[in-house]
């Protein structure tokens, strides 16, 4: 990807729009997580219930931990030995944060693809709801890419979403749990927050 596909998801994010972008799992729709219209704009073009969380997304582990600087040292331990990859990890957020992508806890993603758009997006599939993931461009709905005002081609993706991961308990108790097992393993998450 060039510097120029980070410098056009800056401006349409920026400028209150939606990109198709590829992530290291499904191509995504994001928009700027602090916009309250352009949320509701992928939940309408997805046919998305608005309750249902999405990920907020970074593409560095600085980035996400500057943004929530209320967890705790143990969930902060965890999000750098696991992130950034093909995961979604379930955090703490007592302050609220982002309150267009969860509540009590917040879905939190890490990417490691050269396409920082300067602010946390907000990420779901570039599907319908219920749909398939798409791996392609092609495979991403035309109502999708007809509304967005940015489309990256990076070829053909893995197609697996991320596996999610509940870390709500882990700063008081060590525990976690998986909520949908998807393109890393229970045992590779098991081995990564040993000692965490």
């Known amino acids: 990807m060039s510097a120029g596909s980070a410098a056009s998801l800056s401006g349409v ?9 590829p992530t290291d799992t499904v191509y995504g729709i994001c928009c ?15 046919g998305r219930p ?3 969380p999405a990920a907020v997304a970074f593409f560095s582990i600085e980035a996400a931990l500057e943004a929530l600087p209320e967890l705790g040292e143990r969930t902060r331990a965890a999000v750098r030995t696991l992130l950034p990859g093909a995961l979604t990890l379930l955090v703490p957020n007592p302050a609220a944060r982002f309150p267009s992508a969860g509540g009590e806890l917040l879905g939190l993603r890490v990417i490691d693809l050269p396409l920082a ?5 907000l990420l779901t599939s570039a599907n319908l709801a219920g749909g ?4 392609t461009l092609e495979e991403v709905p035309a109502s999708l890419l007809r509304a967005a005002g940015l489309a990256i081609d990076h070829g053909t993706l893995p197609g697996t979403p991320s596996t999610v991961i509940d870390l709500g308990e882990f700063e008081a108790t060590g525990s976690w749990r998986i909520v949908r097992e998807g393109a890393v393993p229970r045992a590779a998450v098991q081995r990564a927050l040993v000692g965490s």
Request: overall charge positive; cysteine-free; hydrophobic content about 45%.
């Open 50 to 52: 608005a309750a249902k």
């Open 132 to 135: 398939r993931d798409p791996r």
């Open 13 to 21: 994010i920026g400028a209150g729009g939606l990109a198709v972008i």
């Open 32 to 46: 700027d997580a602090g916009s309250e219209a352009a949320v509701a704009r992928i939940e309408l073009l997805k």
């Open 117 to 121: 758009p300067g602010r946390p997006i």
